[in-house]
């Protein structure tokens, strides 16, 4: 695949780089890294677990690959050095191990693996309920010590009980499958899920604190985000008063979610039944004297976040990162980017031609350009018009920046780069045809705003902005129009524009200056209006 075919991901093999080189620096299932070996056997892959930073930040330049769990920190030092890094891998769901948005300013692509573990996870949620009801740690505990103590451990039944979720996402999902097979009453809180797909569910949505309220088990499925509106401490003080007295608490999704110290204050008043936690602040637990006095209660139960510890979703999680880590570095686009758009496979194939041909409209004007660039109008009409353009946007970045600039230019970070060039991209959409089924048009307004020896006809409203239209035509794509001009010719190699009266013998006599020249001509065309213009390419 040519570098004008591989639509803009930028992600083939660096000239001065012989070789893919891929670091795994987590512990992952071998079937993963037999996978990546198998489909890339010219790749370098070296396994490094347990590295430091400092030795990570020292050789992590050389790969373009980069495999992690959730032990190695991905920090924005680390990533300053990772000068041909194309993609970071994580192995699993959480990717706050990962610095995103740095990441993202350098265009490295992020992946995760959210569905090679979500069973794993959702059977560990309801064990821990299963366990929280019975007092299984204790009363275990107990009889291996020798005592008998059946009246101690009066349980509760788990059916008929009301299970709150917070975050119905994939997890959550499963989890509320299995409750309802346990005959439990499920309730919900997700702000990001359509009432339609709860109903079919057969999941009550509810507002947050309602849930808090009515919950006899909470369970508790979201990422961990920070800032004003974060769920950092989804679960403080208040949330804890709100929860019914002798309540069930269980986390099994991110450490943090829970305000530790209101937890154990919560512990202390007596107003919980039970807790039940597989992740915490710190992991592994080294110095904390809350988490410590937290552990200590008999009432909780602990797991070393084990929520994916299967062999099948430990191999699910691998073997998926591993297929995305490869299409990826084959010029494709994963199917679990998490700092970039949700592009459907089914649909990037369609926008595929469609984003080199506007990339190199980009590289045309950047070539015919007379001043800064400041605003763009992508114009799409047609059928084309009716799908996600952002793609198209990214493409016209690149062609925009990487034939001026030294930046490294993909669909992460064209937004980014965007914005820091001062470019103002508007999209405008027509599913009705023009001149063609799909016509893609590009009106850019330069920063002085003085007119271009090929802007638009006088009197059009054109006169001071460049104006490039293309299509795609049996899969190629094609320039049909530059300035006031109507033409057609496939954007590569070297093309001449010459001006010229628009009168007889213009092409004869642009063929025999270059014939002269010993420059041999592959097409020449022309076009006409006031002034002529001959096209010849070379």
């Known amino acids: 695949m040519s570098r004008e075919e591989q639509w803009n991901m930028s992600v083939a093999q660096d000239e001065k780089v012989e070789t893919i080189k891929i670091l795994i620096t987590d512990r992952i299932a071998k079937e993963g890294v037999a996978l990546l070996r198998t489909e890339l056997p010219q790749a370098q892959i070296d396994e ?261 510890s299967t062999e099948e979703a430990q191999i699910g999680v691998a073997t998926d990162v591993a297929e995305q880590v490869i299409t990826v570095l084959q010029g494709n686009f994963p199917r679990s980017a998490v700092n970039a758009p949700l592009i459907l496979p089914e649909t990037l194939k369609v926008l595929q031609p469609y984003m080199r041909l506007v990339e190199q409209m980009g590289r045309l004007y950047t070539q015919l350009q007379p001043g800064p660039l400041h605003k763009i109008e992508i114009s799409c009409s047609g059928d084309i018009a009716s799908y996600d353009l952002r793609p198209l946007q990214a493409a016209l970045v690149k062609g925009l920046l990487e034939s001026v600039s030294d930046a490294h230019v993909n669909m992460i970070n064209a937004p980014t780069l965007a914005k820091q060039w001062g470019l103002e991209i508007i999209e405008q959409k027509s599913t009705t045809p023009a001149e063609f089924a799909n016509l893609i048009t590009l009106r850019m307004m330069n920063a002085n705003g003085y007119p271009s020896s090929f802007a638009g006809k006088p009197g059009s409203g054109d006169e001071h902005v460049e104006v490039i239209s293309g299509a795609v035509m049996h899969g190629e794509p094609r320039i049909v129009r530059v300035g006031r001009y109507w033409v057609e010719f496939v954007p590569e190699g070297y093309i001449l524009f010459c001006r010229n009266p628009d009168q007889p013998g213009m092409i004869g006599r642009v063929g025999t200056v270059l014939g002269k020249a010993h420059v041999n001509i592959r097409q020449i065309g022309a076009a006409g209006d006031i002034f002529g213009l001959t096209l010849v390419k070379l």
């Open 48 to 308: 490094r677990p347990g590295m430091k930073p400092d030795q990570l930040k020292a050789i992590i330049g050389e790969y373009q690959a980069l495999i992690v769990r959730s032990e190695t920190q991905i920090t924005e030092d680390i990533l300053a050095a990772a000068t041909h890094l194309k993609i970071v891998g994580r192995a699993g769901v959480g990717v706050d191990n990962i610095d995103t948005e740095t990441a993202t300013r350098q265009g490295i692509m992020v992946v995760n693996s959210p569905t090679g573990n979500i069973v794993a996870a959702a059977e560990h949620t309801i064990a821990m309920l299963m366990a929280l009801a019975r007092q299984i740690p204790t009363a275990n505990s107990s009889t291996k010590a020798g005592k008998w103590e059946k009246s101690r451990f009066l349980g509760v039944e788990v059916r008929n009980k009301t299970l709150g979720i917070v975050g119905l996402g994939k997890v959550g999902t499963e989890v509320a499958r299995r409750a309802q097979g346990l005959e439990m009453q499920v309730i919900a809180f997700d702000p990001y899920v359509a009432p339609e797909q709860a109903r079919k569910l057969g999941v009550s949505m509810l507002g947050f604190e309602e849930v808090l309220k009515q919950a006899d088990f909470v369970t508790l499925h979201t990422s961990l985000t920070s800032g004003p509106s974060g769920t950092k401490g989804l679960i403080g003080a208040h949330e804890l008063h709100l929860l019914k007295p002798g309540a069930r608490l269980i986390n099994c999704a991110r450490g943090g979610l829970i305000d530790e110290k209101a937890l154990l204050d919560a512990l202390n008043e007596n107003r919980l039944a039970g807790v039940a936690l597989d992740v915490f602040s710190q992991e592994p637990i080294r110095d904390s004297a809350v988490l410590k006095q937290i552990l200590a209660d008999e009432r909780v139960i602990a797991t070393p976040h084990l929520g994916a």
